[in-house]
């Protein structure tokens, strides 16, 4: 279960790599945009918004994020619809095809980014980021308390781990491969976050609703305070907020 509503109380920190990404998107009048894994769709009105002739459809397979997604799009000028990406086939040509932030959700992913290029008509392009800080404390500290005698036979086999994603070289090569011209590059953000705990709730509304959906209620309130006391210790608050580290791996490859 997705919750739109804790997603977005990050939404601003979140976009930002997202709009990173779409600039080295050079598409000028694109007929068909598509954004697999498009979450509550602000970002994807967002496409819509710089391509206004374009069919702009939005992927996800969350019904809780296409209902939010649905609601928001007040000018109905996307197509939201629900879907799992790995199954997800075009009508036709693509244009410009993104997807930030899924394919660490997404076994095997790699194996999807060939399939996507042949997708795409002559000339398009396919945008994807994926985080690339499974080794920070966020998710390493996760990953230690969930394998601790009290935890570890609830969680067993529920959290990723850092092969969730691939190294940049590996989508370099994948896209390369499948006859793209590659632009690839990694980005560490230092998100100033604000409020009480506000690591604790980033994760909240994603790497952490995996544990959340397979403890009781109570027992997940018992795990975050474990948790949020770990984090307090490594990301402290200063005066003016939290910083909070966070890299992404960029990829953008487009067809002759």
Not at 148 to 162: E, T
């Amino acid at each position: 279960m997705w919750d739109p509503d804790v997603y977005l109380e990050h939404a601003d920190h979140r976009a930002r790599p997202f709009i990173d990404l779409m600039a080295r998107v050079g598409a000028v009048d694109p007929r068909v945009v598509v954004d697999l894994g498009c979450g509550p769709g602000g970002l994807t009105r967002g496409l819509a918004a710089r391509w206004p002739n374009a069919r702009v459809v939005g992927v996800d397979a969350s019904a809780e994020m296409v209902r939010r997604a649905q609601a928001d799009d007040d000018a109905a000028r996307c197509e939201f619809v629900l879907g799992d990406v790995r199954d997800w086939q075009p009508p036709h040509p693509v244009d410009v095809l993104v997807t930030n932030a899924t394919l660490q959700w997404v076994p095997d992913h790699l194996a999807l980014l060939p399939r996507w290029v042949e997708d795409l008509a002559p000339g398009g392009w396919l945008a994807l980021a994926v985080p690339a800080n499974f080794d920070a404390p966020s998710h390493t500290l996760m990953r230690d308390l969930a394998g601790s005698p009290r935890w570890a036979d609830r969680l067993a086999g529920v959290l990723r781990h850092g092969d969730a994603v691939a190294a940049p070289a590996t989508y370099l090569d994948v896209l390369a491969a499948a006859g793209c011209a590659v632009d690839v590059w990694q980005t560490t953000y230092l998100h100033l976050l604000q409020g009480e705990d506000p690591v604790l709730g980033w994760v909240r509304g994603t790497g952490l609703r995996p544990v959340l959906d397979a403890l009781s209620a109570g027992d997940g309130a018992a795990f975050e305070a474990e948790y949020a006391e770990l984090l307090q210790a490594v990301y402290p608050a200063h005066p003016y907020g939290t910083p909070f580290p966070f890299t992404r791996t960029f990829a953008v490859g487009r067809c002759p």
